[in-house]
């Protein structure tokens, strides 16, 4: 009887244990997941969207960031307040919407690879809207377009309706370095009055050796908001953050985040 008495009690300890130790072990790995998927993401483009689809994590952070108005990983908000609904498609690179002044400034927006399944020309918006019509406003619809045919396009339509912006703004966040890159090749940085690198990749020699360049030449023009590992390359990022006036790494380390601190010091230039 004792013996039984004993093997009970031990049973009683002993699966509370293992099953707070088996979970705890799965939280351990849904975490390295997470990082996993924060990282490969962003900055491994169709790569990311396989290994999220094998993993089956379809809709989890980034889609809430989508649905919540531009929440972060840490579940925080990133304040959108409203919707932009006038927007017009520039052929078929993405959407302008107009402000209520025609000489509003102009925010050029290329933005990342897909998210959750959501492209940059749908999700950006979690970030931008809280611009309102306070700016004309061109989002291009993914980070594939090229860059210095949308922005002809775009000049296109601005002269049909006689908008005359008081500056222009060019903001590339993630894997817009690409049709960003065309872009400034092709009219150069004084083409703007300030262009914001948004957790910039630059995996790459030429896109690192690109933008390293473009910040040293433009210390008070471009603004750099970034994370530990967006760059995907340590040593151009710290070049950066070195070159120009204004840098700031998210506080979170989050990268879908970084908009949220980039619209933020947007607002105050507007």
């Known amino acids: ?43 491994f483009k169709s790569e990311g969207s396989f290994f999220n689809k094998m993993l089956n994590l379809g809709d989890t952070k980034n889609d809430a960031t989508a649905s919540a108005g531009g929440a972060d990983s840490s579940g925080s908000s990133s304040g959108s307040s409203g919707t932009i609904d006038n927007k017009v498609d520039i052929s078929d690179y993405g959407k302008f919407s107009e402000a209520k002044d025609k000489k509003a400034p102009l925010v050029v927006v290329y933005g990342g690879i897909d998210v959750a399944g959501k492209k940059s020309g749908v999700y950006m918006y979690d970030y931008l809207n809280t611009l309102g019509n306070s700016v004309n406003l061109f989002v291009a619809k993914d980070a594939s377009i090229n860059g210095k045919s949308a922005y002809t396009s775009l000049k296109n339509k601005l002269s049909d309706l006689s908008i005359t912006p008081s500056k222009k703004i060019l903001y590339l966040f993630s894997g817009g370095w690409s049709p960003g890159k065309d872009l400034l090749s092709s009219v150069s940085a004084s083409e703007f009055d300030t262009i914001y690198l948004v957790d910039i990749w630059m995996g790459k020699d030429a896109s690192s050796s690109f933008y390293k ?52 010091d947007l607002k105050g230039i507007i």
């Open 1 to 43: 009887m004792k013996c039984i008495l004993v093997l009970c009690v031990v049973t009683i300890l002993t699966i509370p244990m293992g099953y707070i130790h088996l979970n705890k072990q799965k939280m351990r790995h849904l975490k390295s997941i997470e990082e996993f998927k924060k990282v490969n993401e962003q900055l």
């Open 213 to 264: 360049k473009l910040a040293a030449d433009n210390r008070s023009k471009v603004k750099y908001f970034y994370t530990s590992f967006g760059a995907n390359d340590k040593s151009a990022s710290d070049a950066i953050i070195k070159a120009v006036n204004t840098s700031k790494l998210n506080g979170n380390n989050d990268h879908m985040s970084t908009n949220t601190d980039a619209v933020s």
